[in-house]
T-cell receptor
Framework: EADIYQTPRYLVIGTGKKITLECSQT?????MYWYQQDPGMELHLIHY???????EKGDLSSESTVSRIRTEHFPLTLESARPSHTSQYLC????????????FGPGTRLTVT | GNSVTQMEGPVTLSEEAFLTINCTYT??????LFWYVQYPGEGLQLLLK?????DKGSNKGFEATYRKETTSFHLEKGSVQVSDSAVYFC?????????????FGTGTKLQVIP
């Protein structure tokens, strides 16, 4: 079983609010990722990290920001939420090397009204 | 660049029917290939994988064979169950300059009816 957690699972928030989506893993993985999943199910990589103090933007431009101060923790922040940010956000991690298998959290479904 | 193409869904099957979900890829070299499954309300989880040509990955009755000559990794199951209803993602991992890039397909939704 993968040990990767996301909170909250569901969030409904008004426009303009600042929010942070939490992601933690207990597997000691160096690599972590944030994906945005649209209603058509396609996954879009928005941020990734190779380790502490490493963060990079992914393939899809996003107004969110991330930080990696501890290996196990990779939070995602939206400074000012907008309805266009409504989506499912999935966090994942993987070990360095190996076969590249990614372990996913259960996701946060965000609705901005 | 790398890409993964999956058959479009949704796919609707009766219980005990045979399942095939097609997946083809474009990549240089020898990527590793994966099938992930996403059940309703959950994140993705690895279903099976293959790391080199002619490898067969298998799990929970699902199988897929890494075919380099046709650049394919089709998912099959001989007899589906209602509990197999989910979204299935094909993916590849390719090492590029030290960065291990994973590319996902767009997902195929499977609905199995009793």
């Amino acid at each position: 079983e993968a040990d990767i957690y996301q909170t909250p699972r569901y969030l409904v928030i008004g426009t303009g609010k600042k929010i942070t989506l939490e992601c933690s893993q207990t597997m000691g993985h160096d690599k972590m990722y944030w994906y945005q999943q649209d209603p058509g199910m396609e996954l879009h990589l928005i941020h990734y990290s190779y380790g502490v103090n490493s963060t990079e933007k992914g393939d899809l431009s996003s107004e969110s920001t991330v930080s990696r101060i501890r290996t196990e923790h990779f939070p995602l922040t939206l400074e000012s939420a907008r309805p266009s940010h409504t989506s499912q956000y999935l966090c994942a991690s993987s070990e360095w090397g190996g076969t590249g298998e990614q372990y996913f959290g259960p996701g946060t479904r965000l609705t901005v009204t | 660049g790398n890409s993964v193409t999956q058959m479009e869904g949704p796919v609707t099957l009766s219980e005990e029917a045979f399942l095939t979900i097609n997946c083809t890829y474009t990549a240089t070299g020898y990527p590793s290939l994966f099938w992930y499954v996403q059940y309703p309300g959950e994140g993705l989880q690895l279903l099976l994988k293959a790391t080199k040509a002619d490898d067969k990955g298998s799990n929970k009755g699902f199988e897929a064979t890494y075919r380099k000559e046709t650049t394919s990794f089709h998912l099959e199951k001989g007899s589906v169950q209602v509990s197999d209803s989910a979204v299935y993602f094909c993916a590849l991992r390719r090492d590029s300059g030290g960065y291990q890039k994973v590319t996902f397909g767009t997902g195929t939704k499977l609905q199995v009816i009793p």
